[in-house]
């Protein structure tokens, strides 16, 4: 596609519920990137996927979160269990490959725990 | 203490004005990367560098390696330049990038 697009764009949920985000990279992109942006802070990485090489998992805060990624397409990231601290805007990014220069960012998922 | 700084944290202008946005960290890294938010939350990424400078328009982005820190400039300031820049780094040939807080930035006509 012409952009990285994410979907759903807003998304509210009852804590304890789960929810998967997805994310569609730029066709030819092997690189996609998950980041998190709680309000007023700054952005947060949490997991990095290049290829078919092992994901760069280190970022992601607790076993209640993962994500994956089928080839070099579509990745959808899960929350298990919500809680309230996990409300923030999760954004995707992809690139043309490890250590690209530019990233293309998605417009975001706006997650809220209620 | 975060290891990327960013300052000032919020910056006002006049149109036209030359601007200096500045980041510093405290750990050997790989790459910079200086990104713009608009108000929407849209994200662009502007540059990576990993040394010297780098120019695109009337953006300019410098890196000193040794002082561990980098600037990006606007020339000649617009209000469509209004936003978020983002300053973060990338460490030891990871892919894992740790952010600044950003800097915001309005220009008024």
């Known amino acids: 596609g012409a952009g990285v697009s994410q979907s759903p764009s807003n998304k509210v949920t009852e804590k304890g519920k789960d929810v998967e985000l997805r994310c569609d990279p730029i066709?030819?992109?092997?690189?996609l990137y998950w980041y998190r942006q709680r309000l007023g802070q700054g952005l947060e990485f949490l997991i990095y996927?290049?290829?078919?090489?092992?994901?760069?998992k280190s970022g992601l805060p607790s076993d209640r979160f993962s994500a994956e990624r089928t080839g070099e397409s579509v990745s959808t990231l899960t929350i298990q269990r919500t809680q309230q601290e996990d409300s923030a805007v999760y954004l995707c990014?992809?690139?043309?490959?490890?250590?690209?220069?530019?990233?293309?960012f998605g417009s975001g998922t706006r997650l809220t725990v209620v | 203490k975060n290891e990327v700084e960013q300052s000032p944290q919020n910056l006002t202008a006049q149109e036209g004005e030359f601007i200096t946005i500045n980041c510093s960290y405290s750990?050997?890294?790989?790459?910079l990367h200086w990104l713009q938010q608009h108000p929407g939350g849209g994200i662009v990424s502007l540059f990576m560098?990993?040394?010297g400078k780098k120019k695109h328009g009337r953006l300019i982005a410098t890196i000193n390696i040794q002082e561990k820190h980098s600037s990006l400039h606007i020339t000649a300031s617009h209000p469509r330049d209004s936003a978020v820049y983002i300053c973060?780094?990338?460490?030891?040939?990871?892919?894992?990038?740790?952010f600044g807080k950003g800097t915001k930035l309005t220009v008024n006509p």
């Open positions: 990014a992809s690139s043309l490959a490890r250590g690209a220069e530019r990233y293309t």
């Open positions: 066709s030819g992109h092997t690189a």
């Open positions: 996927f290049q290829g078919n090489s092992a994901p760069d």
């Open positions: 750990v050997g890294i790989s790459a």
């Open positions: 560098l990993s040394s």
């Open positions: 973060a780094v990338s460490m030891g040939g990871s892919e894992k990038l740790v």
